[in-house]
């Protein structure tokens, strides 16, 4: 039998925690600008960790970290359910 593939939680986990809030409000669909004011970044600050996380997580959109980190939540309240 095939090893299962790995799901979102243990990619998320090679982030660090300002790059995992990043995700985070990239994934309730906030601009770099304001999670920048959220963060009390730059908006420069913020594109490069968003440069940093795309190739720690295979990825290369918004659109795919938002899928990843919707997915992880999605996992993690199934699991707080059983």
């Known amino acids: 039998s095939a090893e299962p593939t790995p799901g979102p939680g243990p990619l998320l986990d090679a982030l660090t925690p300002q790059e995992l809030r990043i995700a985070g409000l990239v994934a309730d669909g906030l601009s770099s600008k304001e999670i920048a004011a959220r963060l009390f970044l730059s908006p420069r600050t913020v594109e ?35």
Do not use: F
């Open 48 to 82: 490069y960790h968003l440069y940093k996380i795309y190739p720690k997580l295979g990825i290369g959109t918004r659109t795919e970290l938002a899928r990843l980190v919707v997915l992880r939540k999605a996992g993690t309240a199934r699991q707080d359910m059983l």
